[in-house]
């Protein structure tokens, strides 16, 4: 069973940056897709970006798109995934959450079979 933890959430004001952290317990392919996603209270949740771990090709929200970058590293082995947030709104205030799942397709996939538990993030004056 794969376990995935974020970190790096906080408070910060509007044009501030973030950089979120999404390690994994194990990946035993490379084709696994890894996306973030974020949830406000009242709202649905929103897909913001994901990842291919086998080639590294992205995919962006339009609403995060220029001012978010997902990216991934090795770190004692094992793989972490990155979102770099940067000018950052209010209204990406929300519980940010990373998720995995086997994917072959170029697009996100519609459903993820593992989730952390979630990061607040908190972009207030």
């Known amino acids: 069973q794969m376990q995935l933890a974020e970190s790096g959430g906080g408070l910060v004001q509007p044009g501030g940056s973030l950089r979120l952290s999404c390690a994994a317990s194990r990946f035993t392919s490379p084709y696994y897709n890894i996306g973030w996603f974020r949830q406000v209270p009242g709202k649905g949740r929103e897909g913001v970006s994901c990842?291919?771990?086998?080639?590294?090709?992205?995919?962006?929200a339009e609403s995060v798109k220029g001012r978010f970058t997902i990216s991934t590293d090795k770190d004692n082995g094992r793989t972490i995934v990155y979102l770099r947030m940067n000018n950052l709104e209010p209204e990406d205030t929300g519980v940010y959450y990373c998720a995995a799942t086997l994917w072959h397709g170029n697009n996100c996939p519609d459903s993820y079979d593992y989730w952390g538990q979630g990061t607040q993030v908190t972009v207030s004056s």
């Open positions: 990842i291919k771990l086998i080639d590294g090709a992205t995919n962006y």
